[in-house]
């Protein structure tokens, strides 16, 4: 459909932020806390119902379609609305600032105070600082073995936006947008086809970006549809969108159906066992599907009292310090069980997961409010003091990177492939 067709909705209401979505990446946050815990302590590996503990890892799912979708919008916007494209400079400041302090401060915290990592070599600090750390087997350490995925994100990142002006063109084109970001889907069943032929390693190219391309374009494509509907822009077919959103019980039941699915061996094993490449490429299917269908019901339609919960200020706060969950709590689940002189796969399932989310919080606060925060204030105040901040931003940026599957033992999670159960 052509940019010459007139707005239905408002430009502000197009334009204005979508705090619901705060919430997710809370929800995100948590599960794989939960799988992380659930694997530590073997209770998704010995009981019968620890599957559902194993396939909290979704939540990587969750944020890589999320940070699609908040991160591709604003040029979708832009072309939409005709305004002026997001500059890539700022863009990539805004990126930098907003991930790079706080992950160089876990860095350094968890190679010098984990006795596990002692003495770091040089080639340890320069792959993590670097997040070249996936580029090789076998060099996440303790308490950073989640990073697998930040630096897989910041590949993401630095080719946003290269592909996003591909995508938009020279002309608002929804449908051509939508197929353009689609083709990730593409990438990503040419690297899986790879992996069936045993061309690439299932134990080290699971965490690279071509993976989870398709994942980062269902949030791409969901952003562009969501663009075109409140700009009046979008075809009929695009109004599903808005349907599904009308019944989101509908909606998380089903992903709750797909969940289910998923935790049988379809998906691939949940102990130590790598999968096959087909068990990985039916797990990725699953969980990006399972992703779309929790996003929908926030993302899409008009107010409703989902929106309101989700954009509470209890949600939106566990929301602004999910990324200081993320990088922290592989080293509280590390301390607890050193301080506790406790064997791997010991321990009650219960009682660690609430002492590594009460502590994970703590940190997560210190790391938000000491470091995150002022320090994206003082890049923002910067750029307006040299003139260079005309507008409100037109984009939702996450709150941090994708939350990752791998477990806390960097020897397991180099061993075995990313992101099944106990990675």
């Known amino acids: 459909m052509s940019a010459a067709a007139a707005p239905t909705v408002s430009e502000p209401s197009a334009a204005g932020r979508l705090p619901a979505l705060d919430a997710l990446r809370a929800i995100g946050a948590v599960a794989v806390v939960g799988h992380h815990v659930g694997f530590q302590t073997a209770v998704s590996i010995n009981t019968t119902w620890g599957g559902w503990l194993a396939r909290l890892d979704v939540g990587v799912a969750i944020f890589f379609v999320l940070s699609g979708f908040l991160l591709f919008r604003p ?55 670097t997040f070249t750390q996936i ?43 939508v197929v353009i970001v689609g083709a990730g889907v593409l990438l990503t069943a040419g690297w899986l086809t790879l992996m069936g032929f045993g061309l690439l390693d299932t134990a080290l190219h699971t965490m690279w970006l071509p993976s989870y391309g398709g994942w980062f374009s269902a949030g791409m494509a969901l952003a562009a549809a969501h663009v075109a509907l409140r700009t009046g822009t979008a075809p009929a ?23 289910a699915i998923a935790t049988t061996p379809v998906a691939g094993p949940r102990d130590l066992a790598g999968p096959t490449a087909a068990e990985f490429s039916v797990k990725l299917a699953l969980y990006v599907a399972i992703a779309v269908l929790i996003l929908i019901p926030v993302a899409f339609g008009g107010p409703s009292r989902v929106k309101v919960a989700f954009g509470s200020t209890s949600a939106r706060w566990l929301g602004a310090v999910s990324y200081g969950l993320f990088l922290w ?55 307006i003091g040299r003139g260079r901040v005309t507008a409100p931003t037109l984009e ?16 397991v999670a180099a061993s075995t492939p990313v992101p099944t159960a106990g990675t």
């Open 75 to 129: 040029w979708a916007l832009s072309a939409a609305t005709g305004r002026t494209r997001p500059r890539t400079g700022r863009y990539l400041w805004r990126r930098a600032l907003r991930i790079l302090p706080a992950y160089w401060l876990a860095v350094v915290v968890c190679l010098v105070v984990l006795p596990q990592n002692r003495p770091a070599s040089a080639g340890d600090w320069i792959r993590h600082l």
């Open 237 to 259: 077919a695009f109004r599903v969108l808005d349907d599904l959103a009308s019944a989101p019980v509908a909606c998380w039941a089903a992903a709750v159906g797909l969940m």
């Open 135 to 177: 580029y090789q087997p076998g060099e996440l350490r303790y308490g950073l073995s989640q990073t697998w995925s930040l630096a897989t994100e910041v590949a993401f990142y630095l080719i946003l936006p290269l592909v996003a002006v591909l995508a938009v063109g020279r002309s608002w084109r929804p449908v051509r947008t």
């Open 396 to 411: 939702v940026t996450p709150a941090g990177p994708t939350v990752e599957p791998a477990s806390t033992s960097p020897t």
């Open 329 to 383: 709590h592989p080293l509280v689940i590390e301390l607890i069980y050193l301080l506790d002189d406790r064997p791997l796969f010991t321990g009650g399932l219960l009682n660690t997961f609430a002492l590594t989310m009460a502590f994970g919080l703590v940190y997560a606060a210190v790391s938000y409010y000491g470091v995150e925060h002022p320090l994206q204030l003082l890049g923002t105040q910067r750029r």
